[in-house]
């Protein structure tokens, strides 16, 4: 037997894929928040007509696979806590913070993008859009509010799994 079956043949190490995929959700939202669309909206896109079509694209997956997260970051928690009391007395905080991340991408998901694609819609192609609809400011702000409380979850959540000690699995 090589070492990569028997490697492959191993159970997963939870807190190893927990960290792992909140760190790629953690950069991922990072770049999307600061560099992505800070470079869209210096450029003038946010002004074209396509810009909604193509943000709803953009945000639409990058939703999708917030939710992927989520459930793997859920799944992972309730794993830890079930084989080996993994969080100790912090076990309530990360179920919580693992279910707020769950309701932070399904929010995405199902409000969020699909309501600021459509306010950003231009239905009458013939006129131009020069401004941003006024309801879209609230949109972005609700959208912010959001987007902090799920920087500070995946962080806090990631500090729980990184500074437990390593256990061997069961």
């Not at 953009?58 to 928690?77: M, S």
């Not at 013939?126 to 987007?147: D, N, R, T």
Request: proline share 5%; charged share 10%.
């Amino acid at each position: 037997m090589t070492a990569f079956t028997s490697w492959v043949r191993q159970r997963p190490s939870w807190p190893a894929v927990v960290s792992f995929i909140l760190s790629l959700w953690f950069g991922g939202s990072l770049i999307l928040d600061f560099v992505v669309m800070p470079s869209l909206y210096s450029a003038g896109m946010m002004t074209e007509p396509g810009f909604a079509s193509a943000g709803y694209l953009t945000f639409e997956r990058f939703n999708h696979i917030e939710l992927i997260f989520a459930g793997v970051a859920l799944t992972g928690v309730l794993v830890l806590n079930y084989t080996r009391h993994f969080f100790g007395t912090q076990t309530r905080k990360a179920i919580i913070l693992s279910i707020l991340l769950l309701g932070v991408a399904l929010t995405y998901t199902y409000f969020f993008t699909p309501q600021m694609s459509a306010l950003g819609i231009q239905l009458d192609a013939l006129e131009p859009a020069v401004e941003i609809p006024k309801a879209m400011a609230s949109m972005h702000q609700g959208y912010w509010i959001l987007e902090i409380l799920k920087l500070v979850s995946v962080w806090l959540l990631m500090r729980l799994c990184c500074s437990r000690p390593t256990v061997q699995n069961a």
